[in-house]
């Protein structure tokens, strides 16, 4: 979960994840590239949806793993009603209840989720009895996203909890990632801001 005390205006972005944007009493538009804008009091965006996304007041965003959630390919706009009940309650549960069930999730698949996006993927594949060219297809199957760009994901997601303690170059470091640069091209490419703006 992230919020914003201010209006904020990110640009086009990609992220593994689900977003769920909600206006403080605004609200938030989302932009796809050569589509018409969404404009609603709230916002579901998909996982991999390509978008840029602007609020016209501050905002919380709840950012949920894409196996969390059933598949969709469109944003969901979200009344006002809505919003404001998911504002009271921002959780998976509240989230799940509008958007369905989350799918069932093949135990190997699972685990390669949950390792640390540090530990060697031969490592990983060998614990569920897989190739890792096998391995990175099952992902790719059951959760839509290649494994790679997941775990760059979870790398930023680690980074970008260290932000308030850290210096960027520290984040990415501690992190994985090569250095600083490489954190900035992911945290544009994921989330349309550089890590500067997240502190």
Request: aromatic share 6%; net charge positive.
């Amino acid at each position: 979960m992230f919020s914003e005390a201010r209006p904020f205006t990110v640009a086009e972005h990609r992220h593994p994840a689900w977003k769920v944007v909600l206006p403080w009493g605004g609200r938030v538009t989302v932009r796809p590239p050569g589509e018409r804008p969404i404009s609603a009091p709230g916002v579901i965006v998909p996982p991999q949806f390509a978008h840029a996304c602007s609020t016209d007041s501050g905002f919380t965003a709840l950012f949920i793993d894409a196996w969390l959630l059933p598949d969709a390919l469109v944003p969901t706009p979200l009344d006002a009603s809505t919003a404001e009940g998911l504002l009271g309650d921002p959780s998976l549960a509240a989230v799940a209840a509008l958007m369905g069930p989350c799918p069932d999730l093949d135990p190997r698949v699972a685990c390669a989720l949950r390792a640390a996006p540090g530990t060697p993927l031969s490592d990983v594949a060998a614990t569920v009895g897989l190739s890792a060219p096998r391995l990175r297809a099952l992902v790719r199957d059951s959760v839509g996203i290649p494994l790679v760009r997941l775990r760059r994901w979870a790398r930023l997601r680690a980074a970008v909890t260290e932000l308030p303690r850290a210096s960027v170059a520290t984040a990415a470091a501690d992190a994985g990632f090569a250095d600083q640069a490489h954190l900035t091209r992911t945290a544009r490419d994921f989330l349309g801001r550089t890590p500067a703006s997240l502190r």
